[in-house]
């Protein structure tokens, strides 16, 4: 099953072409029209630790220590209800030209799993996909696992008590555990965190038998010689982790990635949201994000405006026919 498609004819040239030519210059009142008049609400839809909280720390470093911004973006951790938190806190916006959030993929699965949120990702406005992110399954170097099918055969072996950590209930990393309960005959317990980084220590402490990381959230511990990679979810080995197979490799066709973007709230000014995306294309193109993408194996190129709604609509139906298979949404 092929998942996270990189849409390479919604127009990725044209808006990679903005990133490339837009300069310091460009973010000011005088070329852009508009500029922020009070320090900008930086949502992040997850705990303090994870992927998506390094990266928007990341993204709020490159600005200010550029100057890039008139006004600073301050990130506040909103993880509650696998995003449901962040979502109607974005939807509900008081004032829409200065909320921003850094998303991942339960953008599209917390909605369709609670309807009563009243969140249409349609209605939000689509600044810039800074990449895809990757997962890898992992375990704790003490457990002596160090391929696929001997932690097959560990799992099958401890049954219901192995324990699978992730990030909230139906979200990206229940979605994978559910493929691999399935893939292998399993039956592990999945056991919800909020945030990747309590998860990746919930698996350090030897407190969790396996997780699905992203390599931003394991790469300490893996450094560390605490915990081992043995599958990545990718079309290609990642450079990071070359001993580790592609599921593919292993005769598993499924391939999964969460997007890294940044999203406006719903009735954002058009003024507004071509300032956040000329500074994000801006931040994309320094040298910071090419070093951090590189660090992280991050994949996927520049997204923004309608290629990047286009994209969200695509993966929201990808994601409701996985939540549909699951038995989670009808």
């Avoid at 990381?213 to 990642?238: I, K, M």
């Amino acid at each position: 099953m092929k998942l996270g498609k990189k849409l390479l004819g919604l127009g990725i040239a044209a808006v990679v072409g903005i990133a490339l030519t837009v300069s310091a210059s460009a973010i000011n009142s005088a070329e852009a029209g508009w500029e922020p008049k009070k320090p900008i609400e930086f949502v992040i839809m997850a705990g303090k630790g994870g992927g998506a909280d390094k990266m928007a720390r990341l993204l709020q470093t490159v600005i200010e220590k550029n100057g890039w911004s008139s006004k600073p973006l301050t990130p506040i951790n909103k993880p509650g209800g696998s995003g449901a938190e962040a979502l109607v806190h974005l939807n509900n916006a008081s004032d829409p030209d200065h909320t921003i959030m850094v998303t991942l993929n339960s953008f599209y699965t917390t909605p369709m799993r609670q309807p009563k949120l009243g969140v249409d990702i349609s209605t939000f406005t689509p600044i810039a996909r800074m990449a895809e992110d990757t997962f890898l399954l992992w375990v704790n170097k003490d457990s002596g696992i160090t391929t696929v099918e001997e932690f097959v055969a560990a799992a099958k072996a401890k049954g219901g008590d192995w324990i699978m950590a992730g990030t909230g209930k139906l979200s990206e990393d229940n979605l994978l555990t559910d493929f691999l309960n399935a893939a292998y005959d399993l039956d592990m317990k999945y056991v919800p965190y909020k945030g990747g980084g309590k998860v990746a220590k919930q698996l350090a402490g030897n407190h969790a038998d396996s997780t699905v990381n992203n390599p931003s959230e394991q790469e300490g511990f893996y450094a560390a010689g605490t915990t081992v990679p043995l599958a990545a979810f990718t079309d290609n080995r990642l450079a990071m982790f070359p001993d580790a197979p592609t599921f593919g490799e292993l005769g598993k066709e499924f391939v999964y990635y969460m997007q890294r973007s940044v999203v406006g709230a719903p009735g954002m000014s058009a003024e507004a949201a071509t300032y956040y995306q000329e500074l994000f294309a801006q931040v994309f193109a320094s040298e910071e994000w090419a070093s951090y993408r590189t660090k992280k194996s991050l994949q996927g190129e520049l997204l923004q405006g309608d290629a990047l709604m286009s994209y969200w609509m695509h993966e929201r139906d990808v994601h409701r026919a996985m939540l549909q298979k699951m038995g989670a949404i009808e």
